[in-house]
């Protein structure tokens, strides 16, 4: 029985001898395998990187494009403020030309009542004189 056991025993330390040497050949081919992974890992984190990177210089490049954009429409309110501002004073002066003219209008109708006004005796004299020349002259005429 010894030499079964002792046969055994051999044969169960080669096939942990050759279990071991397997693990450890599993364990390197592991340890190839995720060196590699983590290898191609950092190229594709590093390249990730460069991408984002460009990203952001196209983002920033997209904001200096939109604040000049911003600051073009800012310049074209400032201009459209000077132009209202400009309507204002165009309102303003034609505001008071109709005051002027509303004025004026009022002093040439108060000139005129005072022209009629004041040539309205003179003509109803003449018409009363004129009048009384008429009655004049078929008095004479009825005579001759």
Do not use: C, W
Not at 29 to 46: A, C, M, P, Q, T
Not at 109 to 126: C, G, M, R
């Amino acid at each position: 029985m010894s030499l079964t056991l002792k046969s055994l025993q051999t044969d169960m330390r080669n096939s942990f001898a050759k279990m071991s040497l397997r693990i450890d050949n599993l364990d390197s081919n592991i340890n190839e395998r995720v060196d590699s992974i983590l290898l191609r890992l950092e190229g594709h984190i590093k390249e990730t990187e460069f991408r984002f990177r460009e990203v952001d210089q196209r983002f920033d490049k997209v904001d200096q494009r939109f604040d000049k954009v911003d600051q073009r429409f800012d310049k074209v309110d400032q201009r459209f403020d000077k132009v209202d501002q400009r309507f204002d004073k165009v309102d303003q002066r034609f505001d008071e030309m109709d005051r002027r003219f509303d004025e004026t209008d009022r002093k040439f109708n108060k000139l005129t009542s005072d022209i009629v006004d004041s040539l309205s005796p003179y003509f109803d004299n003449l018409e009363k004189m004129l009048s009384n020349h008429e009655d004049r002259i078929a008095v004479l005429e009825k005579r001759h």
